[in-house]
């Protein structure tokens, strides 16, 4: 029994030894890739709409247990924002055609207006250089709703 024993630990022993050397002489391992050090993280963008290069090129600092998890955090919330803005501007541009459709032509004029004010950057008020800064504003509050009547098909829209 013993010298079963022994020969199984020899044989482990010879292995490992050749399976070192065949890593050693063996070079790279092309599944590796380099890890980046912390501090190489790149957020998502928060001037523009998200496009897909954008997500692809997001990348997040390291810690012990993983990513750093205030920066996952605000990049999921910020492509779910990007994400319930472009699913509301795809409602409203359907409604926009569907009323144009319909011959109701103020409806999709009012739809249009909303439409392009909401993708109209924001540019804020230049401050004289006579006049201190102001504190920087607070949140804006929510963004106003637009009502839309609709009219049966059988009935004609009132001409405006």
Same mark, same amino acid.
């Given at each position: 029994?013993?010298?079963?024993?022994?020969?199984?630990?020899?044989?482990?022993?010879?292995?490992?030894?050749?399976?070192?050397?065949?890593?050693?002489?063996?070079?790279?391992?092309?599944?590796?890739?380099?890890?980046?050090?912390?501090?190489?993280?790149?957020?998502?963008?928060?001037?523009?709409?998200?496009? !897909?290069?954008?997500?692809?090129?997001?990348?997040?600092?390291?810690?012990?247990?993983?990513?750093?998890?205030?920066?996952?955090?605000?990049?999921?919330?910020?492509?779910?924002?990007?994400?319930?803005?472009?699913?509301?501007?795809?409602?409203?541009?359907?409604? !926009?055609?569907?009323?144009?459709?319909?011959?109701?032509?103020?409806?999709?004029?009012?739809?249009?207006?909303?439409? !392009?004010?909401?993708?109209?950057?924001?540019?804020?008020?230049?401050?004289?250089?006579?006049?201190?800064?102001?504190?920087?504003?607070?949140?804006?509050?929510?963004?106003?709703?637009?009502?839309?009547?609709?009219?049966?098909?059988?009935?004609?829209?009132?001409?405006?």
């Amino acid at each position: 029994m013993g010298q079963l024993f022994l020969f199984i630990v020899v044989a482990l022993v010879v292995a490992a030894i050749v399976f070192g050397v065949t890593v050693m002489i063996g070079g790279n391992d092309s599944a590796l890739t380099p890890v980046e050090p912390d501090g190489r993280a790149v957020p998502l963008p928060s001037d523009r709409p998200l496009g !897909e290069e954008d997500v692809t090129h997001t990348k997040f600092d390291t810690a012990w247990r993983g990513y750093r998890m205030a920066q996952v955090d605000q990049a999921l919330q910020r492509a779910a924002y990007d994400i319930g803005y472009k699913g509301e501007l795809i409602g409203v541009l359907e409604a !926009e055609v569907t009323a144009l459709r319909e011959g109701r032509v103020a409806d999709a004029d009012v739809l249009r207006r909303a439409r !392009e004010a909401a993708i109209a950057p924001v540019t804020p008020a230049p401050v004289p250089a006579s006049e201190p800064k102001a504190e920087p504003a607070a949140e804006p509050g929510p963004a106003p709703v637009i009502e839309i009547t609709t009219v049966p098909a059988d009935e004609p829209a009132a001409k405006q």
